[in-house]
């Protein structure tokens, strides 16, 4: 021990403020673990190591998000008896495990839930990996001077073995001492997340828009299966999800990749023959169908406290009754669609589109098919996005709600041919350019919104299962969220012009004008 036994520890197991991080551990990984780092004990030059304590051996679970949230912010969410721990670049924070559920909000308030606030909102944690983690304290001495702490991370499962060690020190001598020595037997600086990849080798890395090679004289047609293949075989990774209800975003997600697939089918016109872009349509299409209803009362559900905030509290108790109504009707929807997705129809039929799409089968050629892919992108975003310009640029307070609708809807054309081509352009330019337009997507989408749901609250006031007291509340809703769709509407004009400035115009021609 350094010094006398009954000296106060210094680096006592206190919580590091994440919002001061040069008083936190700095975190070393030490794997393969060579001997010498499992016997951090000893004397090395000026350096003295000592065992402060056995590290008792307990169950883990490393924890993370379907699509990796935790694991790509650079951090670790490791659960190991009663207690939390996050693990990130240069800090370790530890609270209670105890939580009535595993999604964001059911976490108890601790300074791990807090480091997280934010990162995944819609997301529920997922076991990812799991086996036994011993954490053994030791101090140390540097020429009988500088003081301070390691503390050991031991992982051991069926991946084999890992060692992080933290250092526990001010910044000065005694911890570079301490970061030589840990140097010497094969430790690097650990980024947390990348220790995913260690704990559950082969596990595989979720991407909701996983890159797709393209080249740009490769054949659009070439191209194109290549986009539906990849967005099929995403959709099909969120099946389980959605089967076991784990949390909303994986039907989110199917409707995404089921969407992009329409849009290749619809936007690359002559690429397929005619009759194959027709039925393929139609087969995504009733796919999508499918999966309507569900996706409408899930939002509705997600959105439930906003409803409540906007309408007077004595008409909360027609809000209970209706979000009652729509809990019951959205879980006789999902056991139907869970049904339906473990049924030998949809599996024959999603099989089978998987197969037209092999990177072995051989599509019939629309009248397009042999254009290169660039040439083809280039001007099918050009038209998009001078489409996009015409219609905005006649948009008055007087223009109809349908002309709004419509540039919505070439908005949105408009961002999924550019990120389906995204790999032929140069990063930073295409980004440049996206980001406004999201923007102006996202008003676009706060006024159809409120558009759709002033719709279908009104429609539900008006069934026969409503109530009176249904009724005035969705009423309520009704006014509120009209006001919010006009109000989004006057913002357009200035969304668009945000959108249209000269630099995002010289952007468009230099990219994609030809």
């Known amino acids: 021990m350094v010094g006398a036994v009954s000296a ?34 000893g004397r090395r030059g000026g350096l003295q190591i000592r065992k402060q304590n056995k590290g008792k051996l ?19 969410l490791v659960e190991r008896g009663s207690k939390l721990h996050l693990l990130g670049p240069g800090y370790v924070l530890t609270q209670s495990a105890k939580r009535r559920g595993n999604f964001l909000h059911n976490l108890r308030a601790g300074p791990v839930k807090e480091a997280l606030s934010g990162l995944f909102p819609l997301r529920c944690l997922l076991p990812a990996a799991s086996g036994r983690l011993a954490r053994r304290r030791y101090r140390f001495t540097w020429k009988q001077a500088g003081r301070g702490a390691l503390v050991r991370w031991h992982f051991s499962g069926a991946f084999g073995s890992i060692s992080l060690v933290e250092v526990l020190a001010e910044p000065g001598e005694p911890r570079d001492a301490a970061v030589q020595q840990l140097a010497a037997l094969g430790a690097e600086p650990a980024v947390p997340g990348a220790l995913y990849a260690l704990l559950a080798p082969g596990r595989p890395v979720y991407m909701l828009k996983p890159p797709v090679p393209l080249a740009p004289e490769q054949p659009a ?57 027709a039925r393929l349509k139609q087969a995504f299409s009733g796919l999508m169908d499918a999966t309507g209803r569900l996706r409408d009362l899930d939002v509705y559900l997600l959105q439930r406290e906003g409803f409540y905030a906007r309408v007077p509290e004595q008409l909360h108790p ?13 879980q006789q929807g999902h056991q139907r669609f869970a049904q339906y997705l473990a049924g030998a129809r949809y599996k024959r039929q999603i099989t089978a589109l998987q197969a ?35 219609i905005a640029a006649g948009i008055t307070a007087d223009t109809p709600d349908s002309e709004v609708h419509e540039l919505r809807i070439n908005c949105k054309k408009l961002r999924y041919l550019m990120e389906l081509f995204e790999p032929l352009f140069e ?63 006057a913002m357009v004009g200035e969304k668009f012009q945000a959108f249209d400035s000269p630099e995002t115009q010289r952007r468009f021609r230099a990219m994609f004008s030809g």
């Open 318 to 330: 027609g809000l209970d009754a209706m979000f009652r109504a729509f809990e019951a009707e959205r």
């Open 58 to 76: 307990a169950k883990f679970t490393a924890w993370d998000c379907f699509d990796g949230s935790v694991r790509s912010s650079g951090r670790l």
């Open 8 to 41: 106060p520890d210094p680096f006592p197991e206190a919580q590091p403020d994440p919002n001061n991080m040069a008083e936190a551990g700095q975190l070393f990984l030490l794997q393969p673990p060579a001997e010498g780092a499992m016997k951090l004990a």
């Open 427 to 489: 990063s930073a330019e295409l980004k440049a350019v996206l980001k406004p337009l999201k923007r102006l997507q996202n008003t676009l989408g706060d006024f159809n919104d409120c558009s759709v749901q002033q719709a279908a609250l009104l429609e539900f006031a008006s069934s026969p299962a409503a109530t009176r007291e249904i009724a005035l509340s969705a009423g309520a809703l009704i006014a509120v969220l009209h006001q919010n769709q006009r109000d989004a509407r």
């Open 221 to 277: 047609l070439e191209a194109a299966a290549a986009i539906i293949r990849s967005c099929l075989g995403v959709a099909r990774q969120n099946e389980p999800g959605i089967a076991a209800d784990l949390d909303t975003e994986f039907l989110h997600d199917y409707r995404i990749s089921l969407r992009r697939i329409r849009s290749v089918l619809s936007l690359f016109k002559g690429v397929f023959t005619a009759r194959d872009a």
């Open 356 to 390: 037209e799409f092999a990177e072995t089968a051989v599509i019939a050629p629309g009248p397009k098919a042999g254009r290169p892919a660039l040439q083809l992108a280039q001007k099918l975003i050009w038209k998009r996005y001078s489409k996009v310009c015409r």
